[in-house]
């Protein structure tokens, strides 16, 4: 607006940035095991939860690129679940790798899809076949959380997977690649290492280790 005339001046210059802090995300894996007992899988809706948390927590993909795709876009045999570079945030296709439990869980919702439903229909629809909106499936996650007096948005469950994976000894670039970032750094946030994960690493890891002994304790006499 400056530039077209429409201001004098920039009315947020001299205003500092905040300073983006590294925030991390744990969810205990009992938490996740009962949250993924609660929805209904009697029902569509139930059905749907259940292979869409599973998705979630299997491959940390954003909410609203999950809620997109298509079932074309899924490939059970080579257990992949494709996101376009139309519905991928960073413009760009990507192939997520999935358990095979979880493609259980995608196959057996796709057996209750309506004949009618074409493939321009998204896997992860409402029981009518009408997109499913992220801010209705993040009041769904957090109605399910409140039963288990937690607080838990889809968006945590991305934050869960990548802190989970550098865990679990997966490397940043391939966690990089599957959660679709644009540059490492943006992947270095979502994966901040507590405290107790840098002493850990740093306990097994340390150079000293291999050069000097430990010494061990000598044990006092009793007299």
Known sequence: MVDQGQLKQNPLEGIK??????RIVHIDDEVLSQLLELPDKSTFSGLRDYALLMTSIDTGARPGELLAVLPNHFNPVSRELIITN???KTGVQRTLPLSPIVVDAIRQLQRYREDDWKNHIPIFCTWSGEPYKVSAWTHRVESYA????????????????ALKSLRNKADVFSIQRIMGHSDLAMTKRYVSLSQEDIR???ASTSPLNTLVKTPQKRKKKLT
């Open 200 to 202: 850990n690493t740093h």
């Open 86 to 88: 139309d519905i991928a």
């Open 17 to 22: 940035k905040k300073r983006q802090t590294n």
């Open 146 to 161: 409140k039963k288990l007096e937690v607080h838990i948005t889809p968006y945590m469950l991305r934050h869960n997977f």
